[in-house]
């Protein structure tokens, strides 16, 4: 199975999945991007060793494990469930036991993806549907307060793109589609990635 092959391969442990205790409505559970729908964006979205990654709802760190393997640029993964968060970090040791030259950062931070400080290097942020467009909505505003102070170029990365997700980024923000990449049949329509752009 692709899946196991690799988490075997990265040494780390993502597949499965974990629903809340207490469900919010604005919090989704624990389900990580296919392996092969990542294969998939990556054959036609590269990173440069300029970039820098935002996994915003970063589960137990398959995205960050994944792109920083590929890539060897930094990477921060946000989660805010605390045992989802112990197995990223346990992965983590795992993942750098494994691959060691690899130098680049890879942190993960224990906490809610709308407080997280974006930091001026960040570029590209990743998101598999981990909460309601309103939470997307505060993440959002506060990716474009950093443009405002450190003016850059920034992606935005939609897997599993609901609509109002799209409405909103196409009605009430600056960041124009670029890319669409179908890239998983079993999420039905809505296996595939949305890229997003805000250039300055
Ligand atoms: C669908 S999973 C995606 C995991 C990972 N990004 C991937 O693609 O493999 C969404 C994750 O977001 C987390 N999450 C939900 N709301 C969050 C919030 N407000 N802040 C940080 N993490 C959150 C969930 O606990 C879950 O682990």
């Known amino acids: 199975m692709v899946e196991r ?74 989660e805010n469930n ?40 960040d570029n590209k942020f990743y998101f598999f549907n981990p909460f309601s467009v309103n939470i997307f909505k505060k993440v959002v505003r506060n990716i474009l307060h950093s443009v405002d102070e450190e003016k850059r170029p920034v992606d935005i990365i939609l897997y599993y793109p609901l609509p109002e997700f799209k409405k909103f980024l196409k009605k009430e923000t600056p960041f124009k589609l670029i890319n669409k990449i179908k890239a998983h049949s079993d999420h039905g329509q809505y296996g595939k990635f949305l890229i997003y752009r805000l250039t300055t």
């Not at 442990?13 to 964006?41: C, F, M, S």
């Not at 989802?84 to 906490?111: C, H, M, S, V, W």
């Open 82 to 121: 605390d045992k989802t968060f112990e197995e990223a970090l346990d992965n983590k040791a795992l993942y750098r036991q494994k691959y060691k030259k690899l130098d680049a950062p890879i942190q993960f931070e224990y906490g809610l993806a709308e407080q997280y400080e974006i930091e001026p290097e």
């Open 5 to 78: 092959k690799f988490d075997r391969k990265l040494q780390v442990r993502t597949i499965g999945l974990r629903e809340w205790r207490k469900q919010t409505g604005d919090y989704n559970r624990y389900e990580a991007t296919p392996y092969t729908a990542l294969e998939k964006l990556f054959r036609s979205y590269t990173l440069k060793s300029t970039d820098s990654v935002v996994d915003f709802g970063s589960g137990r760190g398959r995205v960050s494990f994944y792109i920083h393997h590929q890539f060897n640029v930094p990477v921060t993964g946000v």
